[in-house]
């Protein structure tokens, strides 16, 4: 899992000062920011991975769009905002909250954090979220251009974690993969969809 982090790392270098860096000027170009929360907690995403990922089990991906501004745009791990991340690393004392990270993290509870992560990984399309106008914007949003990028460093991350199924969590995620699957980049069977997190916070909260 370390390997995978330091790719995303060298990645996300290459959109400054590499073979990505048209990707930035682009997106500047449009207004458009990168979150960095990933770079900037780089150390803390580490010992996150060293500490829940330990075996070298099969799993299931549960796979979303990108980081929010709010949850994984600040902690760089996906799905987890700073208040569920203070839950399973107790050295973490910033309460930062998304709704969906939060209903997220309720299904960890319950379904046990050792074994949660033992038997999924989470990720997204994008291990890098997007801002604009002060609003997240997400990958599909994007230049067709940038998103064979980002779905070309999503494959590659397939290829290590090696996944028993994906799970898309939201339409568009189920598109990108099945778009994958056509082209014959994409190895690994895929789950049936499941609502959006923020959708299902948001039917915990009506009910």
Known sequence: MIRIL???RVFYEQLFEGDYKWIKKELSQHGIRILDGFVSGYELVKEFYQSVYTKSSARLVLC???PGRFGAGKTGIP?????????????VNKQDSERSAGF????IERYGKESFFD???????SWFGFEKEGKNHNY???SAE??????????EEMNRVKPIVIVPLSEKVEQSLKYLRQKGLLLYPIGSRLPHPVKC??????R
């Open 64 to 66: 979303g769009m990108n």
């Open 79 to 91: 799905f987890l905002d700073f208040r569920s991340l203070s839950k399973i690393m107790p050295t």
């Open 201 to 206: 916070a948001e039917s915990s909260i009506e």
């Open 104 to 107: 997220v993290f309720d299904v």
């Open 119 to 125: 038997d999924v990984y989470l990720t997204n399309i």
């Open 140 to 142: 599909y949003m994007l």
């Open 6 to 8: 330091e790719e995303k």
């Open 146 to 155: 940038i998103q064979e990028v980002l779905l070309a460093n999503f494959v």
